[in-house]
């Protein structure tokens, strides 16, 4: 199939002599800086995978910030001189609602974790020992009985407390 951008990467490949896999890769690295992922959005569509430093690169593009974050980020931004990259991606609601909170996938997770540790104590003790499980979980995680409540109800309901 025929992307839009088959012309320009044949071009590419062949004034430069690289292969049509890696006139792509620089064709999609150079959208990007420019702030265009149309290019990738398409190539991905289609099932094909960029090198790693196009990976690396839009990886570096997502995260929201480096100081202080992971190693893996700091030395891969060395490496591809983030400074050079004028952009960051950020997901938005196609909705016009306001987006996630950027804890939003953390809160999750952690509720997800307390609901699991709260229902395996249920299971152990057996019908009525929902205040006792969230006693437990709380003191265990050092959370309040609030916190832990709200969050095995939200995945369980009040209907699930026996």
Known sequence: MLSPYDDDIE???????WSE???RDRFIWTALHFGDVAPLCYFLLQGLVP??????????MLTPELAGGPT???EVAERL??????FRLEIKSRTGRRGPKSNNFNVAWRNWHIAQDVEKLM???GPGSYD????QVAAKKRLTERTVRDAYDRGHGSKSRK
């Open 11 to 17: 071009n590419m490949a062949r004034e430069r002599g």
């Open 21 to 23: 896999d890696e006139a």
């Open 51 to 60: 090198a790693v430093y196009v990976r690396e690169l839009l990886a570096l």
């Open 72 to 74: 893996d980020f700091r």
């Open 81 to 86: 001189k983030f400074q050079d990259v004028p």
């Open 123 to 125: 299971k152990e003790h």
């Open 132 to 135: 006792a499980a969230i006693k």
